[in-house]
């Protein structure tokens, strides 16, 4: 018996997220579904599972065409998943929780306990049956979830991000769960995951997205092995294999006594941030000079988002502290950090998608009272980013990917920052816009605007920055000079590994 998806096509207001996906998962089978940042990951599982629906394509479960069936008739045919965000019924006891799944498929009250009761055994829960949910850890949370799927008695388990917040330890106690779970009910497992060295040891092959569409099938090492796969991780230049001695070409950049001397703008130091009992970053440090460029690369899940959404005040540090221009930016609220001269390019854009290209510079623009030199402003910006003076007068939500990119970077520079971070520019698109959006940003360096670059090109980014920090599960990982060929090479070393990637079968670009 398998689920089966054949063409698979999600698009949301043009954004094609899954795009002509064949997937096939067969009973007593652990699939791995993996891909960068944006990649369609979970938009496909939640098409699999009846949580979003289809543009186009079929979903079949066993023999039967399964495409429009709502979730609980799924649950109710054998397909059991769990989500990013464990998803507990606060106010009820772990054994409850389990309880009500297996009554939401169909078991009477006695048998559904009994199901609850064999089920914690076995995950480890039974001291903690007892117990309200607010009282676990985040680690028991999660099995708490996977129990719950369980529960149900399912023939495929969909299971996404399962190990995010979790300690190496708690990572290697989940694959020992998964890996029992297959033995012990014989279904069918599909586990979304950024924590590649789990997905390796775990699963028996792999399907990798990248956006929205397959671009590669197989065991983990050949998985491991494919260019694609490295490229779609890595980027287009595939500097792991090159050699200490050979140059790349990037933007020229200040002198290393010039970049010592530049006083520090940014300056980060112990950086503690929590989603809840959920630890993103675990005493982070870093720092930014005036007029560089500095990149911060790191699989997904890293925490890189994180970072620059504390620094712009979206989200409120559990410890540590955060220096701009001198002053205190931990207690401040993201309109005074804006006005203090930090923006946030987000990433996804987030642009207004029912207000002209005008409007939404006019919005960026809101707080500034100067109306003469706001129009300057404006169209000096139309005269860096061509397209959108061109399509000024056209909804935000009618642009390309690429032209959305350019009129977020414009919006943020509206406020006249010193200080820019950028989110994942290059995300979802072609490699031409992508260097253009680069360009942009190399030559905001070359005008005195210090950048904090989030980014998945991971080679991209270390060519282009002049200092580069790699997070690993909320820490940094190694950081480095961009400029200095050797520890350059230190820093993709570093990021590869992480990411479980064989870069050595591969020549240089």
Excluded at 280 to 304: D, F, I, T
């Amino acid at each position: 018996m398998s689920l089966r998806g054949e063409d698979l096509r999600v698009y949301f207001e043009g954004v094609k997220a899954v795009d002509g996906v064949d997937i096939k998962l067969d009973q007593g089978e652990i699939l791995g579904l993996i891909g960068p940042n944006g990649a369609g990951k979970t938009t496909l599982m939640n098409a699999l599972s009846g949580f979003v629906p289809l543009k186009s394509g079929t979903v079949t479960l066993g023999e039967d065409t399964v495409t429009v069936w709502p979730p609980k008739r799924l649950a109710r045919s054998g397909l059991a998943r769990t989500f990013q965000n464990v998803r507990l019924f606060r106010g009820l006891t772990v054994s409850e929780n389990v309880e009500v799944a297996a009554v939401g498929v169909g078991l009477g009250r006695r048998e559904a306990k009994r199901r609850a009761s064999d089920v914690l055994e076995w995950v480890g829960l039974s001291p903690r049956a007892h117990l309200p949910t607010e009282r676990l850890s985040f680690g028991e949370e999660q099995r708490v979830g996977i129990a719950r799927a369980i529960a149900t008695r399912p023939k495929f388990l969909l299971l996404d991000e399962p190990a995010a917040g979790l300690n190496e330890a708690e990572g290697d106690e989940l694959v020992a769960l998964i890996s029992r779970i297959r033995e012990s009910e014989g279904c069918g497992v599909l586990i979304i995951e950024h924590d590649m060295r789990l997905v390796m040891n775990l699963c028996d092959s792999i399907h990798v997205l990248d956006n929205g569409k397959t671009i590669a099938t197989g065991s983990p090492d050949e998985v491991q092995k494919n260019d694609a796969v490295i490229t779609a991780y890595l980027g287009t230049r595939k500097l792991g294999a090159q050699t200490a001695d050979q140059t790349v070409d990037r933007p020229p950049a200040p002198e290393p006594g010039e970049r010592e001397e530049a006083p520090e703008l940014l300056s980060v130091s112990d950086l503690h941030v929590s989603y809840g009992r959920v630890p993103a970053l675990r005493g982070v440090s870093l720092k930014v000079r005036r007029g560089e460029m500095v990149g911060v690369v790191g699989p997904n899940g890293a925490g890189k988002s994180t970072l620059l959404l504390t620094i712009a005040g979206v989200l409120r540090p559990v410890q540590g502290s955060l220096q701009f221009s001198g002053g205190p930016l931990e207690r401040q609220a993201p309109e005074d950090i804006v006005r203090k001269g930090i923006s946030l390019v987000p990433e996804r854009r987030h642009i207004f998608a029912q207000l002209t290209v005008e409007e939404n510079l006019r919005v960026a623009a809101a707080t500034r009272t100067q109306k003469q030199e706001t129009a300057r402003d404006i169209e000096e910006l139309y005269e860096r980013f061509p397209i959108l003076g061109e399509r000024r007068g056209s909804r935000g939500g009618n642009l390309s990917g690429g032209q959305q990119q350019q009129l977020a970077i414009a919006r943020a520079l509206l406020t006249r920052p010193q200080l820019l971070l950028v989110d994942e520019p290059s995300l979802g698109l072609a490699p031409i816009l992508v260097e253009r959006v680069f360009d942009a940003l190399a030559a905001l360096r070359e005008e005195g605007v210090s950048i904090l670059l989030v980014e998945q090109n991971a080679l991209a980014t270390i060519e282009m920055s002049d200092r580069v920090y790699v997070l690993r599960r909320g820490e940094i990982a190694l950081e480095g000079e961009g400029t200095d060929a050797t520890i350059r090479a230190d820093i993709v070393k570093s990021y590869i590994d992480q990411l479980g990637l064989d870069v050595q079968t591969t020549s240089a670009t």
